[in-house]
């Protein structure tokens, strides 16, 4: 791995509470892009779980869940909850 990929993924790693878990490995930071992506459905966009299970292609919303908890530290439903939902005018 280079040196700019390994700063680029240690940037977007920083983010997480987890990082063991997506430092590295390009799989890692795919798995980082998409939870960044959950994240910004999640709390800009008034999207139910399933949903942004479906657009991220999960297998299913539990598996999602899994992921999320596993890389932020928290469920979705509390990340929302500490993040509230809010739409750009």
């Not at 390009?26 to 459905?41: H, V």
């Not at 008034?46 to 999960?58: D, K």
């Amino acid at each position: 791995m280079g040196t700019f990929t390994r700063k680029l993924v240690s940037a977007v790693i920083s983010n997480y509470p987890n990082p063991e878990i997506t430092m590295g490995t390009i799989q890692g930071l795919k798995n980082s892009k998409r939870i960044d992506k959950a994240i910004e459905l999640l709390v800009f966009y008034n999207l139910t779980l399933i949903e942004i299970a479906y657009q991220l292609n999960y297998r299913n919303v539990e598996e999602f869940i899994i992921h999320f908890k596993k890389i932020v530290g928290l469920s979705p439903e509390q990340y929302k909850k500490l993040h509230p939902w809010h739409k750009f005018s």
